[in-house]
C-alpha cells in the first residue's frame, strides 16, 4: 500500500500567489483530513470530509482557504491569496471512518510564503 | 470545551533509561485516548488508542499507556528508551460525537547515548 500521497512536499511562494496542495488518500478509506502545523499552534484540523463530502470546516481559517474532495481518491486544499501568516507544514490523513479507526498521514506539504 | 494537554515540552532522557510522557485530558464523558509519534520530516504514526476496557494499552514499539479516569490521564511509557525513539509525541482525544481528533501541543523526547 502506497500510504496517503501529499503533493508538492515543498512549495515556496510569494505573497497574494495562490496555492494548491493535493492529497490521495488510501484506497477503501472513507475520511480525509487536512491538518496544519505550526510552532505556534501545534497541530490543528482545517476541515474532514467523510464519502466526499465536507463535515467539519470549522477550522478553516478564513474564507482565503478552500478544500474540495471531487471524488474519494483526490483532495485539494487551495489558498487564494496566501499570506506569509500561513506559512506551515499541511498534512492530509485518512482513515476508514469511524472515530476507532486508525488516521494515516501523509508525508506533509512544507509551505512558505514570502 | 474538550482540550488535551501534554505539560512537557521537551523531555532528555538517556538511552536505557526508561521514559514517561503525561497527557490530561478535559472532556465530560471518557474520550477515545491516542497517542502519536512524528519522526523528524515526517507525518504522524499512531503508537496505541483506548476506547474502552482493560486501561492498560499496549502498542507498537514497546509503548504502553495506562489510562486513569481518576486523573484524567492517559500516560505514554516505555520501560527502556532506544536512541530512535527520539521524535515528537502527541496525544490526541476523540470525543464520542465527532469523528475528528483534537491533538496536544506535543513532547518533543531526544534521547543521549
Redesign the interface.
Known sequence: DAGVIQSPRHEVTEMGQEVTLRCKPISGHNSLFWYRQTMMRGLELLIYFNNNVPIDDSGMPEDRFSAKMPNASFSTLKIQPSEPRDSAVYFCASSLGQITDTQYFGPGTRLTVL | AQSVTQPDIHITVSEGASLELRCNYSYGATP?LFWYVQSP??????LL?Y?SGDTLVQGIKGFEAEFKRSQSSFNLRKPSVHWSDAAEY?CAV?P?N?????????TRLQVFP
Open positions: 477515545y520530516g515526517q507525518g504522524l504514526q499512531l488508542k476506547f502527541f476523540g464520542l465527532t469523528d475528528k481528533l483534537i491533538f496536544g501541543t506535543g
